[in-house]
């Protein structure tokens, strides 16, 4: 009896092992799914910033997943409250993930975001692709520790898949369309990180006491050295909106090929452009453009400018006179040119504020200066005769100065002088070279355009910053930092409220940032 008790107890102890075995291999096999490798593809995860309910990375391997629960207040001004999966990298960048929310939500700004960042600190300078949940997505970034986060929203809503692209100090979001090809969308902010910095996923709930959930999946990092060596590249041209309180921006269109100089129409509604020797009109919510008839004239370049009145519009085309640049009126909707500049070259900048007087550029026995012109048409008449290129006049709302950029001090700075030329002063003093000032509607703003102090001329494609002047008290702030030059702000491109500006950035990518 001994013996077949021990037997029977021998098989219940083997088959509870069994049992007992099986069920450990299962709880292993999902420990190890979910919890041996919490972060994946990343070193580590933690919560950035002060959080009421930690966050946590749920790591799936088998699918290749990651679940992302992260609280926090926000992830804008000065400082960040969010869960963050990151690992350190150096150089360039390329992070892409499909992004999907769990759950209805709270609030419609929680948001889930591909960042590349400087320190863990909560007031860390960085750049982060952003999908809000109500599907609003941007480019955020803070240019440097603790200073004001700000934004370029891109004119694509709630997409799947996302990417954000790091190319030496310039960053630049990219999202895929349906057949999974990315496109660019956004214009490019330039801000030096430095060395080592944080690459990796996170989600911010955007309410205090709430947690939120988003899945990150088809997560795919490249990181590689700067290279110096010219590679294949595509110029991509965005046509951009910028708010002067905030300077956050909005894209309103972008293109694979080279566009210019933006003008806002009196009715606040359509932005100009040229592109290709065509003038091209666009809502400023964004679209389709279309050609504007301009006739005769296929070679219009970018100094081009809409009347007060808002019924005509100036160009400057080289399709006469041996191809050299001269000034013409057409109607704003269009139809044949009215030649008012008879000399060539000469290239249109500004309109008085009552629509009688233009203001150009001619070059004339070898000098560059500027002179004004009925609008009927006549006799032009030289402003400047000071030795060096003097080029961008354009009219304050009251007409009683022409504001425009000069060398004559040995660098280009911006001047003004009386609208009848007299009364030359300096305006700008620094070591920089600027150019093409536009004086807001209201007559308290005046933008231009900055270059290095290495750099002569306006060429494209440069390191340039957009300022802004405040004519009360000469104050210069930045508003944005960016890759243009040639083509950004050549003439005005003031909303009629003074609230904003319409310009263009440009940027040289690899093309394989638009490969799936």
Not at 220 to 233: C, G, H, N, Q, R
Not at 292 to 315: E, V, Y
Not at 335 to 359: E, N, V
Not at 478 to 499: E, R, Y
Request: net charge negative.
């Amino acid at each position: 009896m001994k013996t077949k008790k021990t037997a029977a107890l021998a098989i219940l102890a083997c088959a509870f092992a069994l049992v007992c075995g099986r069920q450990n291999s299962i709880r292993a096999q999902d420990t190890a799914r979910m919890t041996a490798s919490p972060a994946g593809m990343f070193e580590n995860h933690t919560d950035v910033g002060k959080v009421l309910h930690p966050g946590s990375v749920g790591y799936d391997a088998a699918q290749q997943t990651y679940t992302i629960a992260g609280s926090g207040q926000n992830m804008w001004f000065g400082t960040d409250a969010f869960q963050f999966a990151w690992k350190k990298a150096s150089g360039d960048v390329t992070l892409t993930a499909d992004i999907s929310f769990l759950g209805k939500g709270v609030n419609e700004h929680r948001k889930a975001v591909l960042m590349i960042r400087e320190s863990l600190e909560a007031d860390s300078a960085y750049a982060d692709v952003a999908l809000h949940g109500s599907g609003l997505t941007s480019l955020q970034y803070r240019e440097e520790q603790g200073a004001t986060t700000h934004e370029i929203q891109a004119n694509v809503s709630a997409p799947k898949r996302l990417r954000i692209v790091k190319h030496g100090a310039y960053f630049s979001m990219w999202l895929a369309d349906e057949g999974g090809e990315f496109h660019l969308a956004s214009g490019s902010t330039r801000i030096a990180l430095k060395e080592p910095f944080f690459v990796g996923i996170g989600v911010c709930s955007h309410e205090v006491k709430v947690t939120e959930k988003a899945v990150f999946s088809n997560v795919s990092l490249k990181t590689e050295a700067p290279s110096t060596a010219a590679a294949s590249t595509t110029l991509y041209s965005t046509l951009e909106i910028i708010s002067v309180d905030s300077t956050d921006r909005r894209v309103v269109y972008v293109a694979p090929e080279r566009f210019e100089a933006p003008n806002w129409m009196p009715d606040g509604k359509m932005l100009l452009f040229n592109r290709n020797g065509h003038i091209e009109k666009i809502p400023v919510t964004g679209g389709t453009p279309q050609v504007l008839d301009t006739g005769f004239a296929t070679r219009c370049n970018n100094d081009h400018g809409i009347s007060p009145d808002g019924t005509q519009l100036a160009i400057s085309d080289g399709s006469q006179e041996g191809h050299k640049s001269l000034a013409y009126i057409v109607p704003i909707t269009g139809g044949t040119p009215r030649r008012i500049t008879q000399k060539a070259p000469s290239y249109w900048h500004g309109w008085s504020p009552d629509g009688k007087t233009l203001a150009f550029v001619g070059e004339r026995n070898g000098e560059f200066d500027i002179y004004t012109i009925p609008a009927a048409g006549g006799e032009e008449t030289r402003l400047t005769t000071a030795k060096g290129l003097d080029d961008g006049p354009d009219y304050s709302p009251d007409g009683k100065y022409i504001y425009f950029n000069s060398e004559r001090t040995g660098h280009m700075q911006i001047w003004r002088m009386r609208a009848d030329g007299s009364e030359q002063e300096q305006m700008t003093f620094g070591e920089e070279n600027d150019w093409f000032p536009h004086i807001s509607p209201n007559g308290e703003w005046m933008v231009f355009l900055t270059y290095d102090k290495s750099v002569s001329g306006h060429p494209e494609n440069k390191d340039v910053l957009l300022r802004l002047m405040s004519l009360k008290d000469k104050k210069i702030t930045v508003l944005a930092k960016l890759f243009g030059g040639q083509g950004t702000i050549n003439v005005p491109s003031w909303s009629p409220d003074s609230g904003q500006l319409a310009f263009v950035s440009f940027q040289l990518a690899p093309k394989e940032d638009a490969s799936k």
